[in-house]
């Protein structure tokens, strides 16, 4: 169905539809998924039970998708044609509701087949494959279950997975891909002025080594003190390198691309002043919104970090460069499939040209931390280690156990931080992140 023949019957959406359309819309079109989602929202009236059930299905089914593909491949007798793209996300969507979600399996099996038959095309013909391949599923749950789970690196893309083995070892990247499947926590960043531990009760949340407090998902914006400002959504990983600054209270602190704000407001609430660079105007509407919420101040300019230049002197730089995004994965399970090799490549050039500008403003005994939300190793320890053969003025500071509450497997043999999913994965995991701090020598 196209959108102009939903004008035409002047329908809206129901749940699964919308779920079914905007996973081909990401899957297919490669299109960001929180701008497919949006849209396909707005032409589906769905109230807000419907739009959870909507948010966990696709989450669940693109953080799965690779190994519910190869599932799926087994249960066909001959492949699927290339055109049946409805029917494919239909069985997918499918199938995450019967064996991940647990959905009543009728309208899991009976709304899927109606969504297939009232296709208009070739393709309602495979509403009885649907139907036969859905009840197969009801009735081999628990075996196709441990099945879909036995080979976590299927839901990777095998360029992914064969760069984590080459750079960490097979059982690493595979406790990776274990850790990515599961749905992560809340994790909270709270102004340092205020009583962690009484928030840590009043949010039902535990406080983690590094201080960030971690409870269970939910509507943040329900959540007592989001609405008066007092914290930010934020993983425990993402949470470090603007720690990794040290004492910042009275310095001028120049923060490269800067939104949605995060680290802007850590900046900013540790009592430094902040310039906060990002290219993107879009996401720096997010970054005012954030810092009107929490009352913490930033210079905020829309422009291009490579070639930025603050209007006074910095003191030190926090730069969390635009990267492939592999760490947070388990928040964002569209960007494995929308992302390619080649991206990589490409991140790793434009991150090194950022890194060379932002160096240059840096004041002779700054510091500057660099870090990104990729396990990449060309974006993080490889990006470095080239960046320190260029520039002779530069010099790592390494990052100990002390600043990280404990966790010394954070914690790379050259001093840097390097965090895996797979870390504290029986308490929530992390994302995964990389930092390298560095000074300017004379
Ligand atoms: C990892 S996100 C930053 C997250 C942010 N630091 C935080 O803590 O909330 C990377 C950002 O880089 C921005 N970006 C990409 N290329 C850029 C460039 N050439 N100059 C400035 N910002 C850029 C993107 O718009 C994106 O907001």
Redesign the pocket.
């Known amino acids: 169905m196209t959108s102009s023949e939903n004008k035409k019957h002047n329908r809206t959406l129901s749940a699964r539809e919308t779920a079914v359309r905007t996973f081909m819309a990401v899957t297919l079109k490669k299109r960001p998924f929180d701008v497919a989602l949006d849209d396909m929202a707005s032409k589906a009236n769905l109230d807000a039970r419907d739009r959870a059930f909507v948010l966990n299905l696709l989450m669940l089914s693109l953080r799965r998708y690779g190994s519910l593909k190869a599932l799926l491949g087994s249960l066909l007798s001959s492949s699927l044609p290339k055109n049946a793209t409805w029917t494919e996300a239909a069985l997918i969507t499918g199938l995450t509701q019967i064996l991940l979600m647990r959905t009543a399996d009728h309208a899991a099996v009976n709304e899927t087949v109606t969504l297939i038959k009232n296709l208009p095309g070739k393709e309602k013909g495979f509403s009885g494959l649907v139907n036969a391949i859905l009840r197969r599923a009801v009735r081999e749950q628990e075996k196709l279950l441990t099945k879909l789970n036995r080979t976590p690196e299927k839901d990777l893309p095998k360029w992914l997975f064969d760069s984590w083995s080459k750079a960490y070892g097979k059982k690493t990247a595979v406790g990776i891909a274990e850790a990515l499947r599961d749905t992560p926590p809340l994790d909270i960043s709270l102004k340092p002025e205020e009583d962690k531990q009484a928030w840590a009760e009043t949010l039902e949340a535990e406080i983690l080594p590094t201080g960030s407090l971690r409870r269970t998902i939910s509507d943040v914006t329900a959540l007592e003190g989001y609405g008066a400002g007092v914290w930010w959504v ?1 993983d425990m990983a ?1 949470a470090i390198p603007a720690k990794l600054l040290g004492d910042i209270s009275g310095k001028h602190v120049l ?10 407001m850590q900046v900013a609430a540790a009592g430094a002043r902040v310039t906060s ?4 105007k879009n ?1 720096l509407k997010r ?1 005012d919104a954030n810092l009107s919420r929490t009352g913490l101040k930033a210079e905020v300019h829309a ?4 070639t ?1 230049t603050p209007g006074t002197p910095v003191d030190h730089i926090l730069l ?4 492939s ?1 592999t760490g947070t994965l388990r928040r964002n399970p569209d960007v494995i499939w929308t992302k390619a090799p080649e991206d990589v490549a490409k991140l790793a050039a ?1 991150q090194s040209r ?1 890194l060379d500008h932002a160096f240059e403003m840096l004041p002779v005994g700054g510091t500057m931390v660099y870090c ?2 990729s396990i990449e190793d060309s974006e993080g320890k490889g990006q470095i280690a080239q960046f320190l053969e260029r520039t002779k003025q530069a010099e790592r500071t390494a990052i100990t156990k002390d600043e990280l509450g404990g966790l010394d497997e954070l914690i790379t043999p050259d001093g840097d931080l390097l965090c895996f999913p797979s870390i504290m994965a029986d308490k929530g995991g992390m994302d995964g992140f990389y930092a390298a701090r560095i000074r300017k020598l004379k």
């Open positions: 934020q993402a923060d490269l691309c800067a939104a949605p704000g995060g680290k802007t660079v990002d290219r993107s996401r970054l422009a291009d970090a490579s930025f969390d460069a635009p990267c995004a434009l950022i990104v939300c």
